[in-house]
């Protein structure tokens, strides 16, 4: 195997999005429909994100440093 079961079980008891799946479940009411709505929203915006990018070209050369680096006036 792997990975040792018991450290992938702990792992998984320790993930994240379980842990607030849980928190969302019992403190706020969330019921498993609308974590399951959520997710399917979160998926297919997450589809339309990579559709677009895979779709859009590439950006000029001249643009390939826009946005990543402040400008300072010196």
Do not use: C, H
């Not at 018991?6 to 849980?22: E, F, T, W, Y």
């Not at 929203?41 to 994100?49: G, L, M, R």
């Amino acid at each position: 195997m792997y990975r040792d079961q018991d450290k992938v079980s702990q792992a998984l008891a320790n993930d994240p999005i379980n842990r607030i799946q849980k928190v969302l479940q019992t403190q706020f009411e969330i019921t498993d429909g609308q974590l399951s709505t959520w997710r399917n929203n979160i998926v297919a915006e997450i589809n339309q994100a990579v559709i677009f990018a895979e779709e859009s070209s590439f950006p000029s050369p001249e643009d390939l440093y826009q946005g990543v680096f402040m400008k300072q006036d010196i």
